[in-house]
């Protein structure tokens, strides 16, 4: 029971908001031609794959990557999608950089807290005393000048 | 001293009068385009390139760059089939559209024959 790879299909619902954003208001699809576009993009991303993957061999890895997709995209004829993925790109890895800065960040915080909460307690106290003395110092030269 | 913005009591009349459109709501407000970074299920994406048996291992990125290619390529399909049906002075896009499309634009050419 073979399954063609073709058969693997995006979901429809995705599909038909996506041609239906490309497309003025009031223009319909059939649903023929809904399903053969989905086909379409799934050999799209078959062959896109094929390609990618020979970038990769050339480049002696093992494992596809962003740029081995992008040469892809060239060879195929596609470069005007080159720019626009090249920023999908960007804004991919700026958020998967953030994700992991606050996950990173979250468990500092959890070991700074369970680690030296006494310490830091004490200290705190003392600095708060030295800032609040330095900015009254700071508020009554302002007020003279103002004067 | 609170300032009142002009028009933000006045209640609406368009929406929510039951009135004759009978056409179901938006989902959403559209934003820019590139806000959402992908549509495309990445786990759907990945089981198409797992589908390749010459494919080892594809990175994370490059699964996304692929989603987002492939729903380019929906949408400059769908746009190219469009200009087909404008000529036909048709407001619905048949099949017949795509197969033209795809015959008339040389990057489709890897198409021909798939979707039979």
């Keep these: 029971m073979a399954e063609r790879p073709e058969d693997l299909n995006l979901p429809n619902a995705v599909i038909t908001r996506i041609i239906k954003e490309a497309l003025p208001d009031g223009v319909n699809i059939s649903k023929e031609a809904r399903s053969a576009i989905s086909r379409a993009a799934s050999v799209f991303v078959l062959y896109a794959t094929s390609c990618a993957n020979n970038f990769a061999m050339k480049g002696k890895r093992k494992t596809l990557n962003a740029s081995d997709v992008l040469s892809a995209m060239e060879e195929m004829e596609f470069q005007r999608f080159v720019t626009p993925l090249k920023e999908a790109l960007e804004a991919y890895r700026r958020e998967q950089k953030g994700k992991k800065e606050a996950s990173e960040q979250k468990k500092k915080d959890r070991d700074k807290k369970t680690d030296s909460e006494e310490q830091d307690k004490s200290r705190d106290e003392d600095n708060d005393e030295d800032e609040e003395r330095l900015e009254e110092e700071e508020q009554n030269e302002e007020e003279e000048v103002d004067n | 001293m ?72 929906v949408e400059t399909i769908a746009k190219d089939a469009y200009c ?14 795509l197969d033209n499309a795809i015959e008339a634009v040389d990057e489709f050419a890897f198409l021909e024959g798939t979707l039979d």
């Design chain 2, 2 to 73: 609170a300032a009142v913005a002009p028009g933000s009591g006045a209640s609406r009349e368009e929406e929510g009068t039951g009135g004759d459109a009978t056409t179901p709501q938006p989902p959403a407000p559209t934003s820019a385009p590139g806000a959402r970074l992908s549509r495309l299920p990445l786990a759907r994406v990945k089981a198409l390139v797992k589908a390749d048996p010459d494919v080892t291992l594809a990175g994370q990125e490059a699964i996304f760059i692929l989603a987002r290619a492939a729903e380019l390529f």
């Design chain 2, 84 to 97: 087909c049906a404008q000529q036909g002075k048709r407001k619905t896009l048949q099949r017949r559209d």
